[in-house]
């Protein structure tokens, strides 16, 4: 089997792998409703952290899995991810209590999901590099998964009423291994690329050298902040949208709901567009885009978000946020490897993952305290563009710095 051939496969089997993670964690409030049922005296609390600790981990354990690619080689970590991931849903669907569900669900699968799915992102990094000519379309299509997830949640939700929660878990559980099997066949073991070139290609550390570690480190702690501000923001609809149309708007809950989804779909949209028109257009110009990004995001929240009085000037909103979150979230691979002119690409976004997860996990807290303090949400819109601005500042300093970087890495 010739490798192009093979890279498309690790690419297909990989996507639908990663899919199946990503619609148990989409699908987890129909799991809850069915869980409760089954542990009736069960905490609610207990399992909700349960769900809470597959989709937090990937972010902010995301050196963990770098570092065991390192020592072990991509298909070793798959490998173990796949087993753990297939076992963990194979015990919680055999699980009698909710103490078993989460050390099944909570935390044998909650792992296997760590490593299978950014081992599984970082396998398709590694085939389809910044050189290659479908390289925005493949690490694009990656990014855009989970927003695919909850498009696709009403047939998890087909799967429950079809069969049972147990029978779903063991359903994805098949998928998973098969798609892992096919992945740890195809890929031929190696390990992620350091590239030191700077370090290596000089006898001396130098002056220049020391300030393009400095350019280095500050280009991706920007980039870092500039993440950590629009995670803090992007799930604002999903967070706010529902309560707020019902509380502060007087429209249904429905309404609200129906809100939610167009943001997810459009969402959807933009990543995807940012997949298949990337290669032609976006390709080494991406660090250009997140700050325009950025300020329309800012000037959305003030003059549609913060002024909206009705379900139509809503859905304008959340349909034009949806759509520029889009390229912001997509291209974050094919960003990462723009920044540092290729250098330290797995460490640059694995550093991204943990900003990224930690303003996510910031963010639901922030805008529950804004209503607290306030007695409203409308607030949580000037939140919204205040920070979206910075993270504009930060990624124009993203662009600045690749600048500096590029001009010092010539001067070599």
């Not at 093979?6 to 996507?15: F, H, Q």
Request: hydrophobic residues 50%; positive net charge.
């Amino acid at each position: 089997m010739d490798s192009e051939r093979k890279i498309w496969i690790i690419l297909i089997s990989s996507s639908l792998m990663v899919l199946s993670h990503f619609t148990v964690q989409t699908t987890y409030g129909r799991t809850l409703v069915e869980t409760k049922k089954s542990f009736p005296t069960s905490y609610i609390s207990l399992l909700t952290i349960t769900g809470a600790m597959v989709a937090s981990l990937g972010d902010f354990l995301a050196f963990h899995v770098l570092s065991m690619t390192r020592l072990f080689g991509f298909k070793v970590v798959s490998q173990i991810g796949t087993a753990a991931t297939v076992l963990g849903l194979i015990l919680a669907s055999m699980a009698k209590n909710e103490y078993q569900f989460f050390l099944a669900h909570g935390i044998v699968f909650a792992y296997g999901s760590l490593m299978t799915v950014n081992t599984g992102m970082f396998i398709v990094f590694s085939s389809f590099p910044p050189s290659h000519r479908f390289h925005v379309f493949a690490t694009s299509i990656k990014l855009s998964l989970y927003s695919v997830s909850i498009s696709i949640a009403p047939l998890g939700g087909f799967i429950f009423n079809a069969t049972s929660w147990r029978i779903t878990f063991l359903i994805f559980s098949a998928i998973i291994l098969v798609t892992g099997a096919i992945i740890c066949y195809t890929f031929a073991n190696s390990t992620p690329p350091i590239s030191e070139k700077v370090s290596q290609n000089t006898t001396s550390l130098t002056v220049a050298n020391k300030d393009i570690k400095v350019t280095m480190l500050i280009c991706s702690l920007c980039l870092a902040f500039t993440y950590f501000c629009i995670a803090l923001t992007i799930n604002m609809p999903v967070y706010i949208l529902v309560m707020y149309c019902n509380r502060e708007l007087g429209l249904s809950v429905n309404t609200g709901s129906k809100l939610v989804s167009y943001y997810g779909t459009s969402q959807m949209v933009g990543r995807l567009s940012t997949a298949f028109l990337g290669d032609r257009f976006l390709k080494d110009r991406l660090r250009f885009i997140n700050p325009l990004l950025c300020f329309f995001q800012a000037a959305l929240s003030v003059g549609l978000g913060y002024t909206a009085t009705s379900n139509e000037q809503l859905i304008i909103f959340v349909v034009l946020m949806g759509l520029s979150a889009g390229p912001i979230m997509a291209g974050a691979y094919a960003l990462c490897c723009e920044i540092l002119c290729g250098f330290y690409i797995y460490e640059v976004y694995s550093f991204k993952l943990i900003a990224q997860g930690t303003g996510s996990f910031v963010g639901q807290a922030v805008f529950g305290l804004i209503y607290d303090m306030t007695g409203s949400f409308k607030y949580s819109f000037i939140f919204n563009a205040v920070v979206q601005l910075i993270a504009g500042i930060f990624a124009i300093l993203v662009v600045k710095g690749r600048q500096t970087l590029q001009k010092l890495l010539n001067s070599e």
